[in-house]
Structures are given as structure tokens and as C-alpha cells.
């Protein structure tokens, strides 16, 4: 079945430093998501990406699906304390559901 | 948008019992989900109930072992029945409104 994974499992950076994490998918996808989770809490959609090669920015994020759609990547710029959690992408192939990854945990030391 | 809830938000139960998760929005959706995550750990799908027909459920989960009601577009159940140490983890269910999926709070159950 499909497979998405995710890298790095961890990351910590000082503030004011950028943060990317990595998605990859064992096979071709329709779309992605990209989630936030901090922690105690649940899961919150951030966006979706559904062209090859689509670029999408929310202020400080830039969200980003190859060319051949199976990977994707998440830069957050100049890392706030308030980005503190853990992102998951989840991808969905054709006519499936979504299959998480595994999530990448991001820690800001003040 | 879409504003999940869920009941209870945790509980302790005993092996060998059930647990009854309820999940209601405030809109009407067609799809909803139900999901699992271990502490620490990534989401895994459960089962996809859609008001008016059986639910779909993935690889590893059966209807014995997880019923699930969709009694109408605002609301569904999910039972874990016979419950193990193994059960222990947190239940999510969520809805697609549009491009987007929502999440409830979750339900923390720990079988002891």
C-alpha cells in the first residue's frame, strides 16, 4: 500500500532560524495536505497542494509539490516560538484516502 | 469550517469492556472519519462512514472489533469493543468540508 514518509523525525532550532521538513510518497498523489499539531491539541488543516510543481505561501510558510508529485516540502522562514509542534502531510492517491506521515516535531529555543 | 466535538474527551476503562465515542458537527457533512494516534505518534485511519451506507473501514480494523453509526450528516459513534492495554490511545474523528479536513479534540482512552 502507500507509503509517505517523512524527514527529519525531529528538529531543533533556534529562533529566527528556518525549518523545513520533507514529505515523500511511494507513489504518485492527487493532492497533499499539510497539518499542524501542537501539542495536547489536534490536528489543523494548513493547506492543500494539487498542481505539480505549486507553490503556495501563508506569511512565514512556503508549501511546495514536485514536479512529479509524489514529494512535497514545508519552509517555515525566521521560526517563532509559536511554531512549536508537530507537522504532518498527508497524501491522498487517486480515488484513496489520505495516508498521514509519520509528522516532523519542531522545537524553538527561545 | 466546520466545529467538531467529542464525548467523552478521555477515560480510563477496564479490559474486556466497550467504550461508545460520540462525534458531533455543527454542519452537515457527507464524509467523516475516524482516526487513531498513539502518543507521539502519526495518524492512522480507521474507518470512512458515510451517512446511509456501512462504513469502509482500512486494513487492520474490523466492524467487530470497531462498529461505527452515522445516524444522520451530523453525527457518529465509534465503539471499541473488548478492549485491551492495546486500545489505549487517542480516537479522532473529522469531516472534509470542501478541500479541507477538520479535527475534533479527541477522546483519550487508557485501558487498564
Known amino acids: 500500500g502507500q507509503q509517505v514518509m517523512q524527514i527529519p523525525q525531529y528538529q531543533h532550532v533556534q529562533e529566527g532560524e528556518d525549518f523545513t521538513t520533507y514529505c515523500n510518497s511511494s507513489?504518485?498523489?492527487?493532492?497533499i495536505q499539510w497539518y499542524k499539531q501542537r501539542p495536547g491539541g489536534h490536528p489543523v488543516f494548513l493547506i492543500q497542494?494539487?498542481?505539480?510543481?505549486e507553490v503556495k505561501k501563508q506569511k512565514r510558510l512556503t508549501f511546495q509539490f514536485g514536479e512529479a508529485k509524489k514529494n512535497s516540502s514545508l519552509h517555515i522562514t525566521a521560526t517563532q516560538t509559536t511554531d512549536v509542534g508537530t507537522y504532518f502531510c498527508?497524501?491522498?492517491?487517486?480515488?484513496?484516502?489520505?495516508?498521514f506521515g509519520p509528522g516532523t516535531r519542531l522545537s524553538v529555543l527561545p | 469550517s466546520a466545529v467538531i466535538s467529542q464525548k467523552p474527551s478521555r477515560d480510563i476503562c477496564q479490559r474486556g469492556t466497550s467504550l461508545t465515542i460520540q462525534c458531533q458537527v455543527d454542519?452537515?457533512?457527507?464524509?467523516m472519519f475516524w482516526y487513531r494516534q498513539q502518543p507521539g505518534q502519526s495518524l492512522t485511519l480507521i474507518a470512512t462512514?458515510?451517512?446511509?451506507?456501512?462504513?469502509?473501514?482500512e486494513s487492520g480494523f474490523v466492524i467487530d472489533k470497531f462498529p461505527i453509526s452515522r445516524p444522520n450528516l451530523t453525527f457518529s459513534t465509534l465503539t471499541v469493543s473488548n478492549m485491551s492495554p492495546e486500545d489505549s490511545s487517542i480516537y479522532l474523528c473529522?469531516?472534509?468540508?470542501?478541500?479541507?479536513?477538520?479535527f475534533g479534540p479527541g477522546t483519550r482512552l487508557t485501558v487498564t
Open positions: 507513489t504518485t498523489l492527487s493532492n
Open positions: 454542519s452537515q457533512v457527507t464524509m
Open positions: 498527508a497524501g491522498r492517491s487517486y480515488g484513496q484516502n489520505f495516508v
Open positions: 497542494l494539487v498542481k505539480s510543481g
Open positions: 462512514a458515510n451517512q446511509g451506507s456501512e462504513a469502509t473501514y
Open positions: 473529522s469531516v472534509e468540508v470542501g478541500l479541507e479536513q477538520y
